[in-house]
């Protein structure tokens, strides 16, 4: 397993900013996820964040308004730009491994964003 | 597409009673199936998983059986405790390489003393 942290744990905002959201592991991995969690919904994959290039993002996230970088295999930030109050949601960072054909993945705690 | 349909909850029972939360999946490869929970103030946590048809996937108690006739992967627990007090999720994951999952809308349980 991994130890997953991220920061900060909590925030809350205003309409028109942006906040850059920290997930940072204990080991190296080869796999990072962002995953958005909106109040009374279920987890919706954002990203993967690939080491060295451009994140993959899925249908109906954009890179201008969730950019992520993933300078190594231990750290990444999603940036959640331009907020409006659709964005309060929870963020969390996954990871995974693929030694051995793993398809588990491990979460970090999750970063509550309010926006007003 | 790949989709997974969780009971609805809340759910709440009594200490020592029997769990069942029902999970059905919609998937067009081979997926593998796991059962995440989340405890009050933490993170997702991995409860159980099953990569393949008829796998059984237990923890702490917790069992779920891969049933690929009926797409479901249903959790059972025998007794539950106050302790189990959660939103649990499941999901599915079907693409080789990616790790992608696919989550349900959670359930959550309470179980009063």
């Known amino acids: 397993s991994a130890v997953i942290s991220q920061k900060p744990s909590r925030d809350i905002c205003q309409r028109g900013t942006s906040l850059t959201i920290q997930c940072q592991v204990d080991?190296?991995?080869?796999?990072m996820f962002w995953y958005r969690q909106q109040p009374g919904q279920s987890l919706t994959l954002i990203a993967t964040?690939?080491?060295?290039?451009?994140?993959?993002?899925e249908s109906g996230f954009v890179i201008d308004k969730f950019p992520i970088s993933r300078p190594n295999l231990t750290f990444s930030t999603l940036t959640v730009s331009n907020m409006s109050p659709e964005d309060s949601s929870i963020y969390l960072c996954?990871?995974?491994?693929?030694?051995?054909?793993?398809?588990?993945?491990?979460f970090g705690p999750g970063t509550r964003l309010t926006v007003l | 597409g790949d989709s997974v349909t969780q009971m609805e909850g809340p759910v709440t029972l009594s200490e020592e009673a029997f769990l069942t939360i029902n999970c059905t999946y919609t998937?067009?490869?081979?997926?593998?199936l796991f059962w995440y929970v989340q405890y009050p103030g933490e993170g997702l946590q991995l409860l159980l998983k099953a990569t393949k048809a008829d796998d059984k996937g237990s923890n702490k108690g917790f069992e779920a059986t891969y049933r690929k006739e009926t797409t479901s992967f249903h959790l059972e627990k025998g007794s539950v405790q106050v302790s189990d007090s959660a939103v649990y999720f499941c999901a599915l994951s079907v693409r080789t390489g990616a790790n992608n999952l696919f989550f349900g809308t959670g359930t959550r349980l309470t179980v009063i003393p």
């Open positions: 964040a690939n080491q060295g290039s451009e994140a993959t993002y």
């Open positions: 996954s990871v995974g491994y693929l030694a051995g054909g793993l398809d588990e993945q491990f």
């Open positions: 998937a067009t490869g081979y997926p593998s």
């Open positions: 080991s190296q991995v080869t796999m």
